[in-house]
């Protein structure tokens, strides 16, 4: 890798930390210079603009946070399996970068203006969808899960209560409300979803 | 009312919607000066820091969500209707502040660091969860549902995936997860709560 390159994917790196734990509007140069022990000319000779910065930031923590996600997952196992193990990560492990889930911070970020940074969550919060959705489909064409089943509909509810839990534990400081969320949709699994429980 | 009491309301409003959408690193003395048309010693006679203003903006916006919440519910209804009816509230009346949910928006800015609006957050979640565990609690105790049920369970799931909703439709500007989850929620309350189904 060139030096340029690795300079460049060092202020990433910083700034997907900086991002991820203050915000957009909260991530300023200074900091940013100071995490990277460059000056102001060396970090913008690779960015035109700080929402530039930010895309590539938002692109790196989500990455980060994706590999937490499908880690451990077997693309042999039956797709239900596949969907609790999908929501254990998500219990169990963190994104290496600091912060919280990086489509939650940066949705509540992006919602009101910033269409760049909306742009690039709409199409991780897609991703993750879709990974569940055909998670789900693939059960019931092999006979796992009911007919009928809306995958999208268990897509949604997946997503949802894990992030707003994750909201709740992070500001609580206790995993209690990603616990009892886990516990819910599992049971939810096993009753609505599956044609025969585990 | 006197004057100076006047002037530190229209503040605080000024302040509530401008963090509600800029989260409180976005929030900026100019933007407060150009929105109250006060100057920055006009501001500052009236509060002592940023931080103070901030969670007295908090606090306006978690009241003015919290009226659209709860409006509209029957006290006297029976516990698991109020709880229903508070899903539809959140789903369908929004709070007349901009940026969507106060204490969605509030527990991403507050759960790396600033202590003071933490405090306010977890107040706020705790006021709304023994809204919902007390009206669960009371339809045990009247056997409408049953035995054995965990409120705080139920009260748990009904805020995490709602905000989690919220953030997924306030991005996607559609309120399509709102519904599936309102769905899905109702149906957990009748078959999975309720000792019979409405």
């Keep these: 890798m060139k030096k340029g390159e690795q300079t460049r994917q060092k202020i990433v790196a910083a700034a997907a930390a900086m991002f991820n734990q203050r915000g957009y509007e909260g991530g300023s140069l200074t900091d940013l210079m100071a995490a990277t022990g460059l000056q102001k000319g060396g970090i913008y000779r690779h960015f035109s603009s700080k929402e530039e910065l930010a895309a590539e930031a938002f692109d790196y923590n989500w990455k980060q946070a994706w590999q937490a996600r499908i880690g451990a997952v077997d693309p042999n196992a039956p797709g239900l399996a596949r969907v609790k193990q999908l929501i254990a990560n998500f219990v169990e492990h963190r994104s290496p970068v ?25 199409k991780a919060l897609r991703t993750w969808r879709m990974l569940l ?46 616990h009892r969320v886990q516990e819910h949709l599992n049971h939810y699994l096993d009753t609505e979803v599956a044609l025969c429980p585990e």
Tied chains: 1, 2.
């Design 98 to 122: 600091p912060g919280g889930c990086p489509v939650l911070n940066t949705a509540v970020d992006a919602d009101d203006g910033n269409a760049v940074l909306r742009k690039r969550v709409l």
């Design 133 to 178: 959705e055909s998670a789900v489909d693939e059960a019931m064409q092999r006979g796992e899960a009911k007919r009928g089943v809306d995958a999208k509909t268990v897509a949604t509810l997946v997503i949802s209560s894990l992030e707003g839990a994750l909201m709740i534990s992070r500001i609580e400081r206790s995993p209690d409300a990603l």
